[in-house]
């Protein structure tokens, strides 16, 4: 009589790698549980030497100036090629152009453009 084949399910893999993943989130979660009172001291420190230093805003990327300090940006930086170009600086899909953009509209008159 001859042995039967080992039947392996197709979706053994994948729950394997999904344990995986959740281990590896738990030890992460732990770990950050772990050192919190550590990062606690580090971030007062460092608000200090902000307040000591009188810093600016932080530079949130280094690419374009209108995602650099969004705060500081002009409203037309982000159009500054053109109005329906599209975006060539990575970060300037997480930053939005500088608002609010006013009361002003589009019109082929100086009256309607002041409304």
Same mark, same amino acid.
């Given at each position: 009589?001859?042995?039967?084949? @080992?039947? @392996? @399910?197709?979706?053994?893999?994948?729950?394997?790698?999904?344990?995986?993943?959740?281990?590896?989130?738990?030890?992460?979660?732990?770990?950050?549980?772990?050192?919190?009172?550590?990062?606690? %001291?580090?971030?007062?420190? /460092?608000? %200090?030497?902000?307040?000591?230093?009188?810093?600016?805003?932080?530079?949130?990327?280094? /690419?374009?100036?209108?995602?650099? *300090?969004?705060?500081?940006?002009? *409203?037309?930086?982000?159009?500054?090629?053109?109005?329906?170009?599209? /975006?060539?600086?990575?970060?300037?899909?997480?930053?939005?152009?500088?608002?609010?953009?006013?009361?002003?509209?589009?019109?082929?008159?100086?009256?309607?453009?002041? @409304?």
């Amino acid at each position: 009589m001859t042995a039967l084949p @080992r039947y @392996r @399910r197709p979706a053994t893999p994948v729950f394997g790698a999904l344990g995986l993943l959740m281990v590896l989130g738990m030890a992460e979660a732990a770990d950050a549980l772990w050192h919190a009172p550590q990062e606690r %001291q580090r971030l007062a420190r /460092e608000r %200090q030497i902000v307040a000591d230093l009188g810093l600016s805003d932080l530079a949130l990327f280094t /690419e374009a100036r209108y995602t650099r *300090h969004p705060a500081l940006a002009d *409203h037309a930086a982000a159009f500054q090629d053109a109005p329906g170009s599209f /975006e060539h600086f990575p970060s300037g899909s997480f930053v939005p152009p500088a608002g609010p953009w006013g009361a002003a509209r589009l019109g082929f008159s100086e009256a309607e453009v002041a @409304r």
